[in-house]
Structure formats: C-alpha cells, structure tokens
C-alpha cells in the first residue's frame, strides 16, 4: 500500500529538487535551515523506490544523493572555533548551495504557474477562424530573385557541410590518419578502415576519403554497387 | 436562463467556421429545447441587425447563423488582406528555388537535394499557385514532375526563367568541385 | 473620419486571422497618421472591454489588435467543436518560463536549473513552435541557444515580452541575502 502511495507521488515529481521542495514542504522545514540527516533519510527512501521502478531520469536523481550526503558529511566536521570566530565569510554554511537551487528552480516553478494561468490559446481562447482565400491572391513579403538564388546556394552548400560541421575536427584528424595509414600499407580496404565504428564515424572517414581522393593522394576503386572500396595510395613512398 | 447563455452562443458562433445551427448548439445545451435556441439564435440575430457602427453582422445561412463581416466593407477588408505580405516559410523558399532552377523536378530528386521530406513546402507552393505539376518523369515510379507558374513570375518581378539571377561564382565553383570529387572516384573506378 | 473608419477597422479585425497592428492598417488608409489609427484602435478595444454580454473582446498580442472569445467561454466552445484543450505538461511548462525568462539558454543551464534532464520538454517546446534555436553560445562545446517564438507570445496572449509576470528576482535576492544571514547564525550555533 505504502509502495503505491510513494509511485504515485514519484509519478508527478519534475526531478530531484521537485522531490526535495516536496518533502521540505510535507514536513514543514525550513527552507534556510533544512535538517540535513532527515532529508536525506526520507530522500533515499524515495530513491530506492526509483531504482525499483527504473525511470529514465535516475541519473539525475542519484547525483542529488550523492550531493545530500556529502553535505551531510560536511556538517558532521567538527569545526575550529578559532576559524570561526576570526573569517565570518570564510565560513560557510555546506547547505548554501543547495539552498540556492532550491530557491532558484522554486522561483521557475512559479514562474511556470504564473505564465500557465495567462490565457492560452487554443485553450481558454479562440481566434476566428478566417477562411483560406483563393489562389493567386497572395502577396509576399520582402521576397526578389536574389532571395531566391541565396535559398538556393544556402540548400546546395549546406548538404556536404552538415556532417562536417558536426565533427570538423575528425575530418582533419581522419585525412591525416588515413594519409599515414596509406603511406605505412599503400592499400587498404575501406570496410576495414571503418569495422566496428559508430555511423558518424564512418561518414566522417568517408569524406576523409574523398578528400584524399581529390587532392591526388589516393584512388578509390569500387568493384560493384555497395561493394567495398579499395583504397591506393598514390604517393611514391620514400619521396 | 436564456440571457445567460446568450454570450456563450456568441462565443460558439465567433469561434465557428460553419454556421451554426440549433441543432448543432443541442449537444452543448442539452437541458434546452431547440425553440428555445432558436429563439437566442434570433436574438443574437436581431441585436447585430439593429445595431449601428458595426463592421460585422451575422447572416442565416444553409439553416444556420453565422458571422459575416458587412459586404459595405468588403472592399476595406481585401485591400487589407491584400496589402499584408504573406510570408513564405524558409522550407517553402528553399524548394521553390530548387525548383526555380532545376524544373522540371520530382520530388525525390527535391529531396534528395534537400536532405529532408519537403511535401509540406511543396503543398503550400501548389496552394500559393507558384508551383504547378506538369506531367511525369520517364523513370520507374513515374513520380510528377514540378515547375513554376507564370504567377511565380509575376511574385518575383521577373520577365522570363532566364532572368533568374546567376549563382555566385564561388557557389558554382564549389558545386564543380564537389561534382569533380565524385567524377574522380567515378573514372578510377572505370580505370581499373 | 475616425468615427467613420471605426467599422472599417472593426471588419478588418474581425476577418484577419493575425493581430492587426496599427501599421499594417497604414497601408489601408495612407491618409490617417499612425497615432490616429492607433486611437481607433483602442476605442475598440475599450468599447469591447466595457461592453456586458458579449461572448468575444479584443485582445493585445504581438503588438496588434486581435478578436477572441473570453476565457470564461472556453469550456462551452471546445464541447461545441468536441475539441480537446491544448494543454502543456508540467515539464514543459518549466522548461518555457525558464527559456521565457532567461533567454537566451542553453540546454545546459536549463538543466542545471531543473536539476533533471529537458530535453523531451525541449523537443515538444520545439514541435508546438514556442521555442526556437538561435545560434550557439560562445564556450566550449558551443552548446545551442534557444528562445521564445512569436507564437509563443501569441498562444499566452502577450504583447510582448516585457508583458511576462515579473520574476520576483529582487525578492530571490533578497532571501538568499536571509540565507547569508542565517548562514552566519548557523556558524553561531555550532561555537555554542
């Protein structure tokens, strides 16, 4: 009974400090002066629910644990009263953090309330809805030729660079890889050069390839459709 | 009763494309007769006849009440519409181009070019009546072919397809470039 | 003239599907200067927002004018067109008033605000077209910034950012200061 209870309530929590704010809530504590031990007792009994249940978002929930207990630890320090009494600023409280977290994520709870009871619509409000008018009626914003040539060269200049834009280091490193590969064994079969790599990568050794090919540095041969690509180096080795 | 729910019909009939009928209100007010919807209905009705200084009045139509901007104004209401610039997305954009400059086109080749499924932009172009089919490509599939209307023309300003401006040098290099790494892959593989 | 023009105006608004604003009115009426057009603008809108029993008002969005039912309706329009109430999950809604708030931000900082992972909330944000991307931030791994759409400030009924609910930020800084402040009584304790 209890076990549901718990799965009903992790059911609705945002996250870590959505759990926290809760039990800070339930139990009446201070937010400035949260009672360490406690909260994070309560809080690891709602984590190995968690664990049973296996949600997606357990990292983020673990990592909050670890953060509990290691203020908790911190706490537990007995403190020099020299220190003390000498830098008041120089002292500070291990909970400061997490009291900051918690006030700021707080803060956009609220703000997620406040903007949830304007208006919506679609929801609380509706436009007319205006009939489609005919075809040919259209005017067109700030549209010449010019725009059009540039959406075109944008589309036809973006298609190769996408992948390199994501990785372009790897090209780089790819092309010299490859380059030395090709001088130390003259030939190399690409399914080889790419066995048991992530997709991106072998694009990226893909267009490294190419780039060997149109620099002269290498031929590429392929027997067949979807066959497998000999590569051949073309430096003469001791050069 | 009845006065309550007069504001809420009109919300009804504000918010409907279809005119709205009694019937139709009965799943809404089903503790109501259809007299008496008739009756609010005609109200509603009678109140925006009378009333004066208004741009809008609501008309019996097809056995139902519907808002209708006065035809008094209707020359206001187009030269309005008219004078606001539609906005072409930047998907809509980018297909025309294609399009533009390589008609006639399918759209697999379209997409092929694209990287991305571009039926969306393509629809809005037909309904926009920039874009027109124009008959079938000799391929397997036979997929529709696409080209830009004389209205398309007319939009950008220009005379003919051949007015459409050059691509930018560097752009044009690039592309033969990029053609030439793919031929080059393409010979050796026919030399050896 | 304004008297006269005010049903034109009223027509147009209410056969525009976007807010009308004061300048795209301009084109309609190139006589009428821009603090003219906005008076006929707001007689409307008040006109509309004295008015008792009407079941629609205008509304300011995106910095025109627009007619739309009023909220207290809402529940008898979606039964009448048996549609369903769009409506944001929790998640989504936190990771919007962040965004809202603080643009622009990155998935990392937004995380690091919930404390937990955003970005399914971040990707139906994206498809429900409230956020957007706008380029990267300058640091390493340049993340993707994200910001609010116009439809945003369109579907929450805003004139313009500056209309969001203020973020009570002085009162956050004036409890963390309350923190510092028990900060050093804590220190206090624990000497005792």
Redesign the interface.
């Given at each position: 009974m209890r076990q549901l209870i718990l799965n009903f309530h992790l059911d609705i929590f945002e996250g870590p400090l959505d759990l926290l704010l809760y039990l800070i809530r339930r139990n009446e504590f201070d937010i400035f002066d949260i009672p360490i031990a406690d909260i994070t007792a309560q809080y690891l009994e709602y984590l190995k629910v968690l664990e049973q249940i296996g949600i997606d978002t357990l990292a983020d929930y673990m990592a909050m644990a670890a953060l509990l207990m290691e203020i908790k630890s911190k706490m537990l320090l007995p403190r020099d009263e020299e220190e003390v009494r000498e830098g008041e600023e120089g002292e500070e409280d291990p909970r400061g953090r997490l009291v900051e977290m918690l006030l700021t994520y707080q803060t956009f709870q609220w703000a997620a309330e406040q903007l949830n009871e304007l208006p919506q619509l679609d929801r609380d409000e509706f436009t007319r809805p205006v009939r489609k008018r005919e075809p040919g009626e259209a005017r067109f914003e700030d549209l010449s030729p010019y725009e059009l040539a540039r959406a075109y060269a944008d589309t036809l200049s973006r298609r190769p660079s996408i992948k390199v834009e994501v990785e372009t280091m790897d090209v780089v490193d790819k092309v010299r890889e490859l380059s030395e590969l090709l001088h130390r064994q003259r030939e190399l079969l690409f399914t080889n050069l790419v066995e048991g790599k992530s997709r991106m990568e072998k694009a990226v050794y893909f267009l490294a390839l190419l780039d060997v090919v149109v620099r002269g540095l290498a031929l590429a041969h392929q027997e067949r459709l979807f066959g497998d690509i000999l590569v051949k180096s073309r430096v003469i080795s001791g050069s | 009763m009845e006065?309550d729910i007069?504001?809420?019909?009109?919300?009804?009939?504000?918010?409907?494309?279809d005119p709205?009928t009694p019937e139709?209100?009965k799943?809404?007010f089903p503790a109501l007769t259809l007299e008496e919807l008739v009756r609010v209905l005609e109200d509603l009705f009678l109140e925006y006849e009378h009333a004066k200084?208004?741009?809008?009045h609501i008309r019996k139509v097809k056995g139902g009440y519907q808002?209708r901007?006065?035809p008094v104004?209707s020359q206001?209401?187009l030269?309005?519409?008219?004078?606001?610039?539609?906005?072409?997305s930047?998907a809509a954009?980018?297909v025309?181009?294609?399009i533009?400059?390589r008609q006639p086109i399918t759209r697999p080749e379209i997409e092929n070019?694209?990287?991305v499924d571009s039926s969306g932009a393509l629809k809005s172009l037909i309904?926009?009546?920039l874009v027109k089919t124009s008959g079938r490509k000799d391929v397997p599939g036979r997929p529709l072919m696409y080209v830009t209307t004389s209205?398309f023309l007319e939009?950008?300003?220009?005379n003919s397809l051949e007015?459409?401006?050059?691509?930018?040098e560097e752009?044009i290099k690039?592309?033969a470039?990029?053609a030439?790494?793919?031929q080059?892959?393409f010979s050796?593989?026919k030399?050896?």
């Open positions: - | 006065a007069r504001p809420i019909v009109e919300a009804i009939l504000f918010a409907s494309e709205v139709s209100l799943k809404v200084g208004r741009g809008f808002f901007t006065k104004y206001w209401v030269k309005y519409q008219e004078a606001k610039p539609q906005k072409l930047r954009l980018e025309l181009a294609i533009a400059y070019i694209r990287g309904e926009k009546n209205r939009v950008f300003g220009l007015d459409l401006p050059p691509l930018k752009e690039e592309r470039a990029e030439g790494a793919l080059s892959l050796n593989d030399k050896e």
